[in-house]
């Protein structure tokens, strides 16, 4: 049988090695489905439960393994589900194709059933968009969204009309004349300008108190980054998507930056007299220097991104790994460690304090202390993904980098809902590697009904859901930042390890510190997919590395104003300072706990010296209220 529009998409994608495929059919797209079904020797289809969670799957993919996988929807509906995922992979720069069906070509724009113009729609998030018009059209869009996807870290979208995929490939038009298209693939060396390189290299070599901020574009350079940090005596801080660049043990890193970061790392930033950006496009301007401040160099493959956060003197574009190592001879080696070894210092004492944060005992559990136990348990190769919320900073703090595990969320999107889909790509790219999904239960349950796919398709993926039947997140930044009382952010409990049963696979719950250990390692040792829902405390807030007054006057404005839950609120605050105080001084909680005692009249004060007095933390007791 001669081949039709849709042989010729798939044999394209299959030529531009593409090996997967995420979707969920529809009449609008079952030509390309018919044509995928006779290629399954040759690329696989792993149907998902909401397209979202297919885009999701492919930017998981894609992080993971720096392929491009391609995500399939029908016409309107289905490729509308995709987008937020799409958004994603615009954001953090990952390659993903879209397949998209439309309505007949010939009713297209005529109100016709599902007839949405998703090339219109797609047109923000696409570096590449464009609606087949007959089966000898296909050859060319196919090999040029698949190009500029790869070429351009982005979106390649295919929209195609469904009764165009099943027709037959016939005559051209004149001028497309055959065989004058190339799938050769093209990669540039990613090398600067060796003046630039110099440059860069005298401003580094004049350098006495230096951090590198190394994020995603750094992933692979581990060796260089530590050759650089120790010929500079330099600090490495890791934006969220930086974190498995060097590992967390590293003596270099001071881990995370920002609000989900650490102390020493803040404090890195703000004493710097030199930064050397590499590979990130980390927002939060507000954690870096004070323009003036330091003097910086930046790395970035995207030449538009050269400058974009901080008033860097000298740009590189080229690739991280290849850029230090031509950079790394023009490095003098530096004498003086005392702005390392300082930060060492403080990450001694950085280390004390989360340590103490998690293993306090405390029921409800602190959610630290699951990710806490949780972290010597992972396999050094282990794939480690977290959703939004304030599970992104139990998981940026309490899970420590090590070996060749790899490390990702939605960075600059920052969406919900990514954590249960990433691991779907991560576990179809990699299935003898542990990948392990550390979510909340409000992120989680907006696609949790891809838990059966794991299920379907013999994904062994270990899902940790944080259940503190709240949105936390949002609830401590209406508080924090805003002064707000707490508003629409509870969520109705549900029991997500009976669900994980439901669905086929393995449902574990734990609620007590102790059990901790022995639960986790019977979760992780699970055959095939398992979930384990984890009753956390409420009331644990995530606290940033540096408690800056207003938040803490806005903490307290927020209690004043009624905000439910002040009493647990407040206690909760001062129990952590005064515990924080036992391990360092001064605790990074002290001065929001202090205002918010004045607000509350000092209740949670007393309440928590008592406690201290008498030795006696509460374990089980009946909630406290104001
Ligand atoms: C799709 C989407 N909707 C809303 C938000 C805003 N948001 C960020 S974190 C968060 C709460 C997450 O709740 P949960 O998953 O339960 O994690 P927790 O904060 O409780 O740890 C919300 C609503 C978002 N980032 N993405
Ligand atoms: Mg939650």
Redesign the pocket.
Same mark, same amino acid.
């Given at each position: 049988m001669a081949e039709t529009a849709g042989d010729r998409l798939v044999e394209t994608l299959i030529d531009w090695g593409i090996e997967v495929i995420f979707g969920l059919p529809g009449d609008g797209i079952n030509g390309v489905m018919e044509a995928i079904r006779k290629r399954q020797d040759r690329i696989r289809f792993i149907q998902v439960r909401h397209e979202e969670s297919a885009a999701f799957a492919c930017v998981g993919y894609a992080k993971f393994t720096g392929k491009m996988a391609a995500c399939l929807a029908t016409s309107g509906p289905g490729g509308i589900h995709l987008l937020?995922g799409l958004y994603d992979a615009k954001l953090d720069s990952q390659p993903v194709l879209a397949i998209t069906g439309s309505t007949y070509h010939d009713l297209i724009g005529t109100f016709y059933q599902q007839d949405v113009d998703l090339n219109t729609l797609f047109k923000d998030v696409a570096v590449y968009s464009e609606r087949v018009m007959g089966p000898e059209h296909v050859e060319n869009v196919a090999e040029l969204a698949c190009r500029s996807a790869l070429a351009y870290r982005g979106v390649g979208h295919i929209n195609i009309p469904t009764d165009i995929q099943d027709q037959e490939c016939g005559e051209r038009s004149r001028k497309n004349v055959p065989g004058h298209v190339s799938l050769v693939g093209a990669r540039s060396a990613g090398l600067p300008a060796e003046a630039e390189l110099r440059r860069a290299a005298e401003l580094l070599n004049a350098g006495r108190k230096i951090v590198i901020l190394a994020g995603q574009g750094a992933l692979g350079a581990r060796q260089e980054l530590e050759m650089a940090a120790e010929r500079l005596k330099a600090v490495i801080v890791k934006p969220l998507l930086g974190k498995a660049c060097v590992p967390d043990t590293s003596p270099y890193t001071t881990g995370g930056a920002g609000l989900l970061g650490t102390a020493p790392s803040e404090d890195a930033l703000a004493e710097c007299d030199t930064l050397l950006m590499v590979g990130t496009s980390f927002p939060y301007i507000d954690h870096l220097p004070k323009p003036g401040q330091a003097r910086g160099v930046q790395i970035d493959i995207d030449p538009r991104r050269i400058g974009l956060r901080y008033p860097v003197e000298v740009g590189l574009v080229g690739d991280s790994k290849v850029t230090l190592q031509h950079l790394l001879p023009l490095l003098e080696e530096h004498s003086d460690r005392s702005f390392l070894e300082k930060a060492q210092q403080r990450m001694k004492e950085w280390w004390a304090l989360l340590e103490h944060r998690a293993t306090t005992g405390e029921v409800p559990m602190k959610p630290q202390a699951v990710a806490h136990f949780l972290d010597p348990l992972l396999a050094g190769d282990a794939i480690v993904i977290t %959703?939004?919320?304030? =599970?992104t900073t139990w998981w940026a703090r309490h899970l420590k980098a090590r070996g060749t595990q790899m490390y990702s969320c939605s960075g600059t999107l +920052?969406?919900? +809902?990514c954590g249960l889909p990433y691991a779907i790509g991560a576990q179809v790219a990699y299935p003898g590697r542990q990948v392990v999904a550390f @979510? $909340? %239960? $409000?992120?989680?349950s907006m696609l949790m009904a891809d838990f059966a796919t794991l299920v379907k398709y013999k994904l062994p993926v270990k899902v940790v859901v =944080?259940k503190?039947n @709240? #949105? $936390?997140? =949002?609830k401590w930044e209406q508080m924090v930042f805003l002064g707000n009382p707490e508003f629409g952010v509870e #969520?109705q409990p549900i029991d997500f390890a009976r669900f994980a049963e439901a669905c086929g696979g393995r449902g574990f719950h734990v609620e007590h510190p102790n059990d901790l250990p022995a639960t986790l390692r019977a979760f992780l040792a699970a055959d095939g997919p398992a979930l384990l829902e984890a009753v956390v405390d409420p009331f644990e807030p995530p606290m940033p590395p540096k408690v800056t007054f207003e938040q803490a006057r806005k903490m307290a404005e927020s209690l004043a104003r009624g905000e439910p839950n002040r009493g647990r609120i407040a206690l909760t605050l001062f129990r952590d300072r005064i515990e924080d105080l036992e391990v360092t001084a001064p605790g990074p909680i002290g001065r929001i706990a202090e205002t918010v005692a004045s607000a509350v009249g000092g209740a949670g004060g007393s309440r928590s010296r008592s406690s201290r007095g008498n030795g006696a933390r509460r374990r089980g007791g009946p909630p406290h209220t104001a």
């Amino acid at each position: 049988m001669a081949e039709t529009a849709g042989d010729r998409l798939v044999e394209t994608l299959i030529d531009w090695g593409i090996e997967v495929i995420f979707g969920l059919p529809g009449d609008g797209i079952n030509g390309v489905m018919e044509a995928i079904r006779k290629r399954q020797d040759r690329i696989r289809f792993i149907q998902v439960r909401h397209e979202e969670s297919a885009a999701f799957a492919c930017v998981g993919y894609a992080k993971f393994t720096g392929k491009m996988a391609a995500c399939l929807a029908t016409s309107g509906p289905g490729g509308i589900h995709l987008l937020n995922g799409l958004y994603d992979a615009k954001l953090d720069s990952q390659p993903v194709l879209a397949i998209t069906g439309s309505t007949y070509h010939d009713l297209i724009g005529t109100f016709y059933q599902q007839d949405v113009d998703l090339n219109t729609l797609f047109k923000d998030v696409a570096v590449y968009s464009e609606r087949v018009m007959g089966p000898e059209h296909v050859e060319n869009v196919a090999e040029l969204a698949c190009r500029s996807a790869l070429a351009y870290r982005g979106v390649g979208h295919i929209n195609i009309p469904t009764d165009i995929q099943d027709q037959e490939c016939g005559e051209r038009s004149r001028k497309n004349v055959p065989g004058h298209v190339s799938l050769v693939g093209a990669r540039s060396a990613g090398l600067p300008a060796e003046a630039e390189l110099r440059r860069a290299a005298e401003l580094l070599n004049a350098g006495r108190k230096i951090v590198i901020l190394a994020g995603q574009g750094a992933l692979g350079a581990r060796q260089e980054l530590e050759m650089a940090a120790e010929r500079l005596k330099a600090v490495i801080v890791k934006p969220l998507l930086g974190k498995a660049c060097v590992p967390d043990t590293s003596p270099y890193t001071t881990g995370g930056a920002g609000l989900l970061g650490t102390a020493p790392s803040e404090d890195a930033l703000a004493e710097c007299d030199t930064l050397l950006m590499v590979g990130t496009s980390f927002p939060y301007i507000d954690h870096l220097p004070k323009p003036g401040q330091a003097r910086g160099v930046q790395i970035d493959i995207d030449p538009r991104r050269i400058g974009l956060r901080y008033p860097v003197e000298v740009g590189l574009v080229g690739d991280s790994k290849v850029t230090l190592q031509h950079l790394l001879p023009l490095l003098e080696e530096h004498s003086d460690r005392s702005f390392l070894e300082k930060a060492q210092q403080r990450m001694k004492e950085w280390w004390a304090l989360l340590e103490h944060r998690a293993t306090t005992g405390e029921v409800p559990m602190k959610p630290q202390a699951v990710a806490h136990f949780l972290d010597p348990l992972l396999a050094g190769d282990a794939i480690v993904i977290t %959703d939004s919320g304030t =599970i992104t900073t139990w998981w940026a703090r309490h899970l420590k980098a090590r070996g060749t595990q790899m490390y990702s969320c939605s960075g600059t999107l +920052a969406t919900m +809902a990514c954590g249960l889909p990433y691991a779907i790509g991560a576990q179809v790219a990699y299935p003898g590697r542990q990948v392990v999904a550390f @979510v $909340g %239960d $409000g992120g989680f349950s907006m696609l949790m009904a891809d838990f059966a796919t794991l299920v379907k398709y013999k994904l062994p993926v270990k899902v940790v859901v =944080i259940k503190n039947n @709240v #949105l $936390g997140q =949002i609830k401590w930044e209406q508080m924090v930042f805003l002064g707000n009382p707490e508003f629409g952010v509870e #969520l109705q409990p549900i029991d997500f390890a009976r669900f994980a049963e439901a669905c086929g696979g393995r449902g574990f719950h734990v609620e007590h510190p102790n059990d901790l250990p022995a639960t986790l390692r019977a979760f992780l040792a699970a055959d095939g997919p398992a979930l384990l829902e984890a009753v956390v405390d409420p009331f644990e807030p995530p606290m940033p590395p540096k408690v800056t007054f207003e938040q803490a006057r806005k903490m307290a404005e927020s209690l004043a104003r009624g905000e439910p839950n002040r009493g647990r609120i407040a206690l909760t605050l001062f129990r952590d300072r005064i515990e924080d105080l036992e391990v360092t001084a001064p605790g990074p909680i002290g001065r929001i706990a202090e205002t918010v005692a004045s607000a509350v009249g000092g209740a949670g004060g007393s309440r928590s010296r008592s406690s201290r007095g008498n030795g006696a933390r509460r374990r089980g007791g009946p909630p406290h209220t104001a």
